[in-house]
Antibody
Framework: QVQLVQSGAEVKKPGASVKVSCKASGYTFTSYAMHWVRQAPGQRLEWMGW????????KYSQKFQGRVTITRDTSASTAYMELSSLRSEDTAVYYC???????????????????WGQGTMVTVSS | AIRMTQSPSSLSASTGDRVTITCRASQGISSYLAWYQQKPGKAPKLLIYAASTLQSGVPSRFSGSGSGTDFTLTISCLQSEDFATYYC?????????FGQGTKVEIK
């Protein structure tokens, strides 16, 4: 079945970097965009950026520009999100999510995050 | 960035009730809106896209409406498994943004 499996929880010190992986299965990895969304405790979901898994092009939220890098390994059907210069406010659950375009025949019918990883808890603490 | 504001932030309801959640965008987003359900400790689950199209496998008691700046998610007959937090999300422009969530609790 279609699923995204993320790497395990991480504990990091302020100033360090973290790299979270997201392994896709059950579909053609290079045919879809992969996004990263985070959720700090008790907070709303926050979009970080995305990668075109086919050609590797990326787009990042201005909030994280310069600190986040999203990459992919097509041979492993895996996307990665690396966040640097960590601070306590980066403590959150990080999700990968597949972006899906819906079509009605040849007519575009909408888009959404249709499949999500299970989430990776990243704790930043000294 | 487009600001998404949901109301109420939380509500208490009983099984069988009709529940309506609203989502307002800070600018027009046509119908580029999705709704998600999230249960504690779990990833969000897609319910509706394009403001009113039900995702495959989602029960028909869920429905969405609206366009432009004002949207609603309605649960026609609340079931026990529907107690969760609901988020709207716009995809009209980057950065993609979410509402703050509406927690549906048991009365």
């Amino acid at each position: 079945q279609v699923q995204l499996v993320q790497s395990g929880a991480e504990v990091k010190k302020p100033g360090a970097s973290v790299k979270v992986s997201c392994k896709a299965s059950g579909y053609t990895f290079t045919s879809y965009a992969m996004h990263w969304v985070r959720q700090a405790p008790g907070q709303r979901l926050e979009w970080m950026g995305w990668i075109n898994a086919g050609n590797g092009n990326t787009k990042y939220s201005q909030k994280f520009q310069g600190r986040v890098t999203i990459t992919r390994d097509t041979s492993a059907s895996t996307a990665y999100m690396e966040l640097s210069s960590l601070r306590s406010e980066d403590t959150a659950v990080y999700y990968c999510a597949r972006w899906f375009d819906f079509w009605s025949g040849s007519i575009y019918a909408g888009s959404a995050f249709d499949i999500w990883g299970q989430g990776t808890m990243v704790t930043v603490s000294s | 960035a487009i600001r998404m504001t949901q109301s109420p932030s939380s509500l208490s309801a009983s099984t069988g009730d009709r529940v309506t959640i609203t989502c307002r965008a800070s600018q027009g987003i046509s119908s580029y809106l999705a709704w998600y359900q999230q249960k504690p400790g779990k990833a969000p689950k897609l319910l509706i896209y394009a403001a009113s199209t039900l995702q495959s496998g989602v029960p028909s008691r869920f429905s969405g409406s609206g366009s432009g700046t004002d949207f609603t998610l309605t649960i026609s007959c609340l079931q026990s498994e529907d107690f969760a937090t609901y988020y709207c999300q716009q995809y009209y422009s980057y950065p993609l943004t979410f509402g703050q969530g509406t927690k549906v609790e048991i009365k």
